[in-house]
Each structure stands twice: as C-alpha cells, then as structure tokens.
C-alpha cells in the first residue's frame, strides 16, 4: 500500500517568508504589527477566558441541575438570553421555538462566524454523585425515568456563554460579526434544520461555523478529523405481513416471524458483500423484532425497527435501495410482503478541509498545554451536519475525562455514570473563541 503523502504536502504553502522578511526588517519578529497585534488579542483573549471561568463553572453545574429535554429547553434558554441581553448583544429568542441567537457585531467591519451549543438533555436517571446532581424526573412513554445531561450538553451551553462573554469584552477589536447559535433537541428531533429554515444562517449571513462536543478522552485535549467525522444516522421501519394461522398448522397461512428473520439475515450482507467497506464502512443494524403474542398463534404482521450509519451520500443512498429491494423481494419469494420506511435522519458531520486546515493553529494555541488528536471516524450523529451542509464548518470533541483516569474506560456519551472534569471548560470557552478571533483575523 503507498503510503499517505505527509499532510504538509497537502496543504497550500503558507505565504510566511515575505511576512517574516518584512518583521526582519522591520526589526524582530514580535515587532512585526501584525503578529504584535495578533499576539496582544490572544493575551487579552486568554485573560478573559481566565476572567470568566468561575462563571462558566457556575452556569455548568446550574444547567446541569436543572436538565430539560429536547423543545422544552425553556428554563436553560431563558438563562441564556438573559445573559446575552446583559452583554448588549442583539438576541432572538424562540427561535425554532425554544433556541436562542445572540448577535454580536464587531467594532471593525469583516465576515460573519457562527458558534454553535446544543442545550437538550436525555431521560436517563443520573447515577453520579455530585453535589449538583439531577433530580428531575419524567415520564417517557408511560415510564418514569429521570433527566439527566448524560451528553453533556450542560457544558457547551456554558461554554458558549463562556465564549459570548469574551468576545463580547473584546468587541471593539473583533474584525465582523459573530452569531451564538443556543439549539434545542440535538437529541432529536433536531433543532437544527428548523433552526436554519428560521434564518439563523441568513441575516447576518454566516460564512463559517463552529462546534464542539465533550468527549471521554484526556480532559483538555481535542479531537478533530478532516472531512467526515461521525456518521450520518437514519432509522429504518420494516412491516412484514403474511397471514395469520394456527402454530400447529403453518401451511395454512403464511408466516411473517420466519420471513421477518430471513430479512433479518439478508440486511446482513448489505454491508458485508454488497458495498465497498474500503471505501467507507457502514452499519445495519436491526435493533427491534416485534411480532406475535402467543406461542401456537402465527400472527399477520411483524415490525423490525433499526438504524443505518453511513459516511458518504451515494453510499447512504445505494444501502436504501439494497434495504428496501432484500426486504421486499425476501418477503414476496415467501409469499408475503414488506413495507419498508426509512426516515430523513441526520446528514454526515462533515468537516470541511481547507477550514479544518486553516484553523489547526488556532486549535493548537487554545488546546495548549494540551493536544489536538487526529481523530478516528465515529459512528454517532450530530445534527451540526445540517449547518456544515449549508456552510463550511468545522466540529471538534473537548476531552473530559479526568487526567489521571484512563479515557477507554470512562463511561461514554449517555451513560447514567457520564462525567465532565471542569478543568476542560476554560478549554472549550477558549477554543471557540479563539475560532472566532482567528477565523476573522484571517483574509
Ligand atoms: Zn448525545
Ligand atoms: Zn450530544
């Protein structure tokens, strides 16, 4: 196998000497005006992240006591416009009905940057002891469970507002307009796309947007990925109907659990033989078979239900049609049929390369003393993928876990045990400042 070219074969040559030669000439690198000026906005940058911190860790564990679940963020999003209206900026509430947008114009003129927090929680009862641990409790189809920041959604909106602050205090040097993006129910449905058919890209129109996620790696290190980074998700519905008879007679009907299973099987060789795995790999996974309700009756109907992970669009598209064609043609050699129903889901978080490229110095400087990961692809979804369809965006994952616990085995992303170390917030308010600054500064 050739081996990859090196990445800095890869990217455009960075236009340095002369901008170096001119500092020489000038008399020193740091006398440079430029790198002076960009270095003064970076010290005050971090002065005020270090400012703001103590805030960031209250708003954390306040939303982290106080959960809501997806379109009913209402508490979180009143919180969250309040303090943007206290920073002077200009915020639209309700936005696809519990999200927030905070717009802070630049006392220089320039592009516009979007910086984007999730602020749903999950009904999952949380079994880690903290002082702010939750205590809300709901019912979810007819079950009672508890509500829980399992995903950690608590920490980007107070990251955000982290952030929103900072560069609120540095408005007079910010060379455009940057967009704080508050979204309801990542989780699902998605807030996102209703989001974006409110406007939230248009009016300002944002050229660029940002986004992270906590993570259980090394609490203060960051993960990105070039291009495709975590997998669009679809779930799927599929009804086999056969026709209804006696368990002790099935030649007098036709049976939808062994043609159910016989799909089952089939959906199996999607992925295994029937598309290019060197390419991208992909998932099929059948996750529900439900059907019948008493050993000797053969019911009429079975319902399988499950998901589809994907990385590429004519991938996605060529595994829907291999889905419906196994599922029906299976069902019909068998004398039945199938109705196969697979839903919009969420697109591929796609990170866009030259923006990727392009910010990894700012990466590395807000990370600092800490590391940017290259990171592997992953099969979850983010609806962050729907921004990225409409501009360049760039989403990255803020390790979590504690320096001294080993990140592999820290409990994941939804777990009722899902833990974030604090000392990963002033990392997160910096980086996505840092984005904004950058991304700006940059022609
Ligand atoms: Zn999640
Ligand atoms: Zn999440």
Redesign the pocket.
Known sequence: MPSPMPSSLRRPAPLRRPLLLAAIVAGGLTSHPAAAQSSRLHAELDRRVTEVNAKVIAWRRDIHRHPELGFQETRTAALVAAHLQGLGLEVRTGVARTGVVGILRGGKPGRTVALRA?MDALPVTELVDLPFKSTVRTTVRGQEVGVMHA???DN?VAILMGAAEVLAGMRAQLEGTVVFIFQPA??GPGGALPMIRDGVLDNPKVDAIFGL?VWPEPAGDITVREGPSMAASNSFTITVRGRQTHGSAPWGGVDPIVLGSQIVLGLQTIVSRQVDITANPAIVTVAMFNGGVRSNIIPDTVVLEGTIRTFDRAQRQQIFDRIAITAKQTAIAGGGTAEVRIDSGYPVTRNDVPLTQRMRPSLKRATAPYRVREGALVTGA?DFSYFQERVPGMFVFLGVTPRDQDASKAAK?HSPYFFADESALPVGVRTLASLAVDYLATK
């Open positions: 999730d995903c950690g959604h980007h990542e989780e996620h983010e992303n």
